[in-house]
């Protein structure tokens, strides 16, 4: 099993900057993709920012292009989304998600964090 972990949410107002984290725990074989959904109330959830295992492909929603930034640890096989320019329809819940694969399946599967809460409010 693998566990994701989000931190790094709060409230902040329109225009500051926020940073999240989400770290990856357990029995890893390997994390592949990792990458950042949202979900604002009355909304579907939506991809934020994903980058490839060697970081050197990311893509972004055009609604954060230009804004938030996407990274990653392999060692700590840990992502990060650094958030600046905030708007207050950035907020929402914001979910990490992963690829990879786990010693207790010969598959691969898709994990996902609890989210944690980001409000852009003044």
């Known amino acids: 099993q693998v566990q994701l972990v989000e931190s790094g949410g709060g409230l902040v107002q329109p225009g500051g900057s926020l940073r999240l984290s989400c770290a990856a725990s357990?029995?890893?074989?390997?994390?592949?993709?990792m990458g950042w959904y949202r979900q604002a109330p009355g909304k579907e959830r939506e991809l934020v920012a994903r980058?490839?295992?060697?970081?050197?492909?990311?893509n972004y929603a055009d609604s954060v292009k230009g804004r938030f930034t996407i990274s990653r640890d392999n060692a700590e096989n840990t992502v990060y989304l650094q958030m600046n320019s905030l708007k207050p329809e950035d907020t929402a819940v914001y979910y990490c998600?992963?690829?990879?694969?786990?010693?207790?399946?010969?598959?691969?599967?898709?994990?996902g964090g609890q989210g944690t809460q980001v409000t852009v409010s003044s």
């Open positions: 357990g029995s890893i074989i390997r994390i592949n993709t």
């Open positions: 980058i490839t295992n060697g970081g050197g492909r990311t």
């Open positions: 998600n992963a690829e990879g694969q786990d010693a207790s399946s010969w598959y691969p599967a898709v994990y």
